[in-house]
């Protein structure tokens, strides 16, 4: 598993636990917050269960001083606890609201509590009516203190069953506060093992990276240390090629004027031979002597071909911005016998403009059409030459209507002294197409042949536009040329 990866299924993992952790957690503290609301509503309770008790304790002592002093100024308690008891009742019966228990009781409770404030009103009435023997004798009758104990059994009931809910309610209380704290402390413990596993992980990471990048290091000094081996290897290699290219060049000085000498000098006393002994040879002697003045122009004519094959990457001109149409007119006009003789029909579609040897791109073009014109058919030489990008090189094409080739000649009529006919049939070196296959490569390109629609061949080839190149290709694109020039 990768780093990433690794840290991608911690931190997951990690969100899940302190997700579950935090859901728990506000859960029980909202466990926790009601639990501590129904406590405080037990004592709620409690408080209105005493109040209400208190209340009827103040009326009926404000009952008792009035009836024994007569003085009205004892009746205020009464009028108090009178006034409030009903209030108490009220908010104590929204506060047990959802315990249908208490309900039940404060329903016995309230007309007690009604009934016993009509006997202290009544008694109230006797002792302002009759006077004191006849409010005392009200107290004594005893009514007042039936209902008062009957009060007092009611109200203790409810306390009990109040202090109850408010013993299980504080049970719960500490239950749910006991869950929230162990809650916070494991998610506050799994947070600290993740930090940990975290921790682990990225250091263990950071120790592998360590080691790879001291790989690394050893490797680029092994590498810089292989290039430089190679870097002055290709410099010696450079050399010995400068020095291939100087012999080269010499040969080629040699074959043009040291090898050309002797068979010009054969060829003139051969040809002054016969002119002067001609009356004296016969026939035969005139025929050897014809075959080694033509053997000696064939000679003449394949140093030549092979001279002009060595020079394409020896004695190659600068690339220049080259207009092929005006190129192709050149190429036509020295074609034009050949032309005018065989009738041929040369058609062209408009042609770019590249950056090539024009000299060489002229050959090319005159070796592909010479071809088409030589290599014809009993009908008229049809040729039709176009150009098209093709990303960032030209293709350009050359279609005649001539014998064709068969494909399984495609890698053989490239090589150089390689022919499909004789000499006799149709003359050259056939070295042409090996020039056009060298020209091609030196303009970072290629070339080739397919067999025409309806008869005849197609001859592509490519030359690379190097404005249309990124830096990085145009060098590697120089490399070629350079590699193919030698």
Do not use: C
């Given at each position: 598993m990768t780093f990433k990866a690794k840290i991608t299924a911690g931190l997951v993992t990690a969100f899940a636990v302190l997700?579950?952790?935090?859901?728990?957690?506000?859960?029980?503290?909202?466990?926790?917050?009601?639990?501590?609301?129904?406590?405080?509503?037990?004592?709620?309770?409690?408080?209105?269960?005493?109040?209400?008790?208190?209340?009827?304790?103040?009326?009926?002592?404000?009952?008792?001083?009035?009836?024994?002093?007569?003085?009205?100024?004892?009746?205020?308690?009464?009028?108090?606890?009178?006034?409030?008891?009903?209030?108490?009742?009220?908010?104590?019966?929204?506060?047990?609201?959802?315990?249908?228990?208490?309900?039940?009781?404060?329903?016995?409770?309230?007309?007690?509590?009604?009934?016993?404030?009509?006997?202290?009103?009544?008694?109230?009435e006797v002792r302002r009516a009759k006077g004191l023997a006849a409010g005392i004798a009200s107290v004594h009758e005893g009514s007042g203190k039936q209902l008062m104990d009957q009060i007092r059994a009611v109200i203790s009931g409810m306390k009990e069953e109040e202090n109850r809910l408010l013993v299980q309610r504080s049970?719960?209380?500490?239950?749910?506060?006991?869950?929230?704290?162990?809650?916070?402390?494991?998610?506050?413990?799994?947070?600290?093992?993740?930090?940990?596993?975290?921790?682990?992980?990225?250091?263990?990471?950071?120790?592998?990276?360590?080691?790879?990048?001291?790989?690394?290091?050893?490797?680029?000094?092994g590498l810089e240390r292989r290039v430089a081996e190679r870097t002055a290897e290709l410099a010696e290699r450079a050399k010995d090629l400068e020095?291939?290219?100087?012999?080269?060049?010499?040969?080629?000085?040699?074959?043009?004027?040291?090898?050309?000498?002797?068979?010009?000098?054969?060829?003139?006393?051969?040809?002054?031979?016969?002119?002067?002994?001609?009356?004296?040879?016969?026939?035969?002697?005139?025929?050897?002597?014809?075959?080694?003045?033509?053997?000696?122009k064939r000679m003449q004519t394949l140093i030549n071909d092979l001279l002009a094959f060595s020079r394409v990457g020896t004695q190659g001109r600068p690339h220049e911005p080259t207009r092929c149409d005006a190129l192709l007119d050149r190429v036509l006009k020295s074609l034009k016998i050949a032309i005018q003789e065989s009738g041929a029909v040369i058609t062209r579609d408009p042609l770019p403009v590249v950056v090539a040897d024009d000299v060489q791109l002229g050959q090319l073009f005159q070796?592909?059409?010479?071809?088409?014109?030589?290599?014809?058919?009993?009908?008229?030489?049809?040729?039709?030459?176009?150009?098209?990008?093709?990303?960032?090189?030209?293709?350009?094409?050359?279609?005649?209507?001539?014998?064709?080739?068969?494909?399984?000649?495609?890698?053989?009529?490239?090589?150089?002294?390689?022919?499909?006919?004789?000499?006799?049939?149709?003359?050259?070196?056939g070295i042409g197409l090996a020039i056009c296959k060298k020209i091609a490569e030196r303009h970072g390109g290629r070339v080739w042949f397919e067999p025409a629609p309806g008869g005849g061949s197609a001859f592509y080839f490519t030359i690379?536009?190097?404005?249309?190149?990124?830096?990085?290709?145009?060098e590697h694109h120089e490399l070629r040329v350079n590699a193919a020039a030698h």
């Open positions: 997700l579950l952790v935090a859901v728990l957690s506000y859960a029980s503290l909202l466990r926790t917050t009601e639990d501590r609301r129904r406590v405080t509503h037990s004592h709620q309770v409690l408080e209105r269960l005493d109040d209400v008790q208190m209340n009827l304790s103040d009326a009926e002592t404000g009952q008792r001083g009035y009836i024994l002093t007569g003085d009205d100024s004892y009746l205020e308690p009464y009028r108090n606890g009178f006034g409030q008891v009903h209030q108490n009742v009220k908010a104590l019966r929204q506060l047990i609201a959802d315990n249908p228990r208490q309900r039940r009781s404060l329903d016995r409770l309230e007309p007690l509590i009604t009934e016993r404030l009509a006997v202290a009103q009544g008694r109230i049970n719960e209380l500490e239950a749910s506060s006991r869950r929230a704290r162990v809650l916070i402390v494991a998610g506050e413990a799994l947070g600290f093992l993740f930090l940990l596993a975290a921790g682990f992980v990225i250091q263990q990471e950071m120790n592998h990276r360590s080691r790879a990048e001291e790989e690394v290091r050893k490797f680029n000094v020095r291939s290219n100087m012999e080269l060049q010499q040969f080629a000085y040699v074959a043009s004027h040291d090898l050309q000498e002797p068979l010009r000098t054969i060829a003139s006393f051969t040809q002054l031979l016969a002119k002067r002994y001609n009356d004296k040879l016969d026939d035969k002697a005139r025929d050897f002597i014809n075959f080694a003045v033509d053997g000696s070796n592909l059409i010479g071809n088409a014109i030589k290599f014809r058919g009993e009908d008229v030489p049809r040729v039709h030459i176009s150009a098209e990008r093709q990303g960032n090189a030209w293709k350009f094409l050359v279609r005649d209507n001539g014998i064709g080739i068969f494909p399984e000649h495609q890698d053989r009529i490239f090589v150089i002294f390689q022919r499909l006919h004789t000499k006799a049939k149709y003359p050259g070196t690379a536009d190097r404005n249309a190149m990124k830096p990085e290709e145009r």
